[in-house]
């Protein structure tokens, strides 16, 4: 099953993005992830990357549709894989289809995450993930049981993303809604459109997306 999730920063795409990984054993593929890992190796494209991120504004399409195309060639992604975080522009979404489809490939589902961006600021300024395996936590609504330990792999060391103050979230809402959510109805026009309520709890959203893709699952 190849999927989308489409929403703004701070939607809990990441979050829905793992929960899936373990029900449905796909890979999860975030832009963001690779761009991150990109940057803090140095690469030529994080050197591209770093002040464009640190901004908040978005990457070029060539640098991400080239990092996307290489990456669903790769093994484990033949049984299916979850982008989170891209497509982010139309550009994208039509460069999306074209390489899909060269690659005898479709898309199964788009999945939009809705939330008002009064809510996202505080979601996205409280959080943060273990830096040993990556599980995310958050000031208000995730806390570790024990401060200094991650829940999941006993890690102590946590890490904050560069771009996740409130100066940058304004600009990354502002290009979300500039850029990206006019894939709303790129998707809506093409059948393939799903929403869920963000607003709910991780629990309650992963409830209405496995709704989603079990109806998916029965059709095909
Ligand atoms: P994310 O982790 O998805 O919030 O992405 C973090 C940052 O990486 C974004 O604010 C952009 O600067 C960049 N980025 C991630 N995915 C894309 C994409 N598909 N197109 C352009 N820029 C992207």
Request: net charge negative.
């Amino acid at each position: 099953m190849n999927l989308v999730l489409l929403g703004p920063p701070g939607a809990g795409k990441g979050t829905q993005a793992k929960l899936i990984e373990d029900t449905r054993k796909i890979v999860q593929l975030s832009t963001g992830e690779m761009l991150r890992a990109a940057v803090a190796a140095g690469s030529e494209i994080g050197q591209k990357a770093k002040l464009v991120m640190e901004r908040g504004e978005l990457v070029s399409d060539d640098i991400v549709n080239g990092i996307i195309s290489d990456r669903i060639d790769e093994k484990d992604c033949q049984s299916g894989f979850i982008l989170d975080g891209f497509p982010r522009t139309v550009a994208q979404a039509e460069a999306l289809d074209k390489l899909l489809a060269g690659k005898g490939k479709r898309l199964d589902a788009v999945i939009e995450i809705r939330i008002d961006d009064d809510k996202l600021i505080e979601r996205i300024t409280g959080r943060f993930t273990c830096a040993n395996c990556g599980e995310g936590y958050h000031d208000v609504f995730k806390r570790p049981k024990n401060d200094e330990i991650c829940d999941k792999c006993g890690g102590t060391e946590f890490k904050r993303r560069a771009d996740d103050t409130v100066e940058t979230v304004r600009s990354r809402l502002k290009a979300y809604h500039a850029q990206t959510a006019p894939l709303i109805s790129y998707y809506g026009d093409r059948g393939k459109l799903s929403t869920v309520d963000g607003l709910a709890s991780i629990d309650g959203v992963a409830q209405q997306i496995e709704e989603v893709l079990t109806a998916i699952e029965v059709r095909d």
